[in-house]
């Protein structure tokens, strides 16, 4: 776990410079040497506050996943409770927003993939997302179905945007939000289309 007291002024400048390398020469390349070059800070410093590379990545995985947590949280707040569908949509949108379109962020997002094979640290940060992203699923479908099938719905959900921006993220035109939405809401339309919206 990177220790605190980075100054803040700094640490966002760090997790960009990471973002950014990893996007320039890849996961492997992206030295915490290099790291430092880009940001300007002495790799020391780097190593005393984060332990290394695998705690800055650690450290710049965490920002990406709050600022995705903080833009549902913001969207949703403008929807009715009671718009089922709409509040779906806008978790599936906020996954496809521009933030997280970012090239850097995408790259990030691919190679923290890769290492969360390997690396217990990040394989747990993996698990916290899925089950965060699940629980907003969950949550919002409990409103017109039993539990454990809002829990199914929301696996496959879940599954949907996951694989979705994992083909568009390694399309050469990049990733397509309308056809994300498109596809997860005629999805959840169809399921939804005998069930009654009453809360259970």
Same mark, same amino acid.
């Given at each position: ?40 800070? =002495? ?7 984060? %332990? %290394? @590379? ?8 965490? =920002?990406? &996943? ?5 833009? !549902? ?11 089922? #569908?709409?509040? !779906? ?7 496809? =927003? ?14 923290f ?7 217990p ?9 899925? @089950? ?9 479908? @409990? ?9 199914? #719905?929301?696996t ?13 993220a390694?399309?050469?035109?990049? !990733? ?7 596809? !997860? ?7 939804? @289309?005998?069930?009654? &919206?009453?809360?259970?």
């Amino acid at each position: 776990m990177p220790k605190v007291g980075m100054p803040e002024i700094r640490r966002p400048q760090l997790i960009r410079a990471t973002m950014e390398v990893i996007n320039q020469v890849g996961f492997l390349n992206a030295s915490v040497a290099r790291i430092g070059q880009q940001a300007g800070i =002495s790799p020391s410093i780097i190593n005393h506050y984060f %332990g %290394g @590379k695998s705690g800055l990545v650690e450290a710049t995985m965490r =920002s990406i &996943l709050k600022d995705l947590a903080t833009g !549902i949280n913001q969207r949703l707040v403008k929807v009715p409770k009671d718009d089922l #569908v709409a509040r !779906i949509e806008a978790i599936v949108v906020e996954n496809f =927003s521009s933030n997280q379109q970012d090239e850097a962020v995408v790259k990030t997002w691919l190679a923290f993939w890769a290492q969360a094979m390997h690396d217990p640290t990040l394989n747990r940060l993996q698990r916290v997302n899925e @089950k965060r992203l699940l629980s907003y699923l969950t949550f919002e479908l @409990k409103r017109c179905m039993p539990r454990h099938e809002a829990q199914m #719905v929301a696996t496959s959900i879940a599954a949907l945007i996951d694989g979705i921006w994992l083909r568009t993220a390694l399309n050469p035109k990049g !990733i397509d939000p309308s056809l994300a939405r498109q596809v !997860i809401t005629d999805y959840l339309s169809l399921y939804l @289309k005998n069930l009654p &919206l009453n809360p259970r």
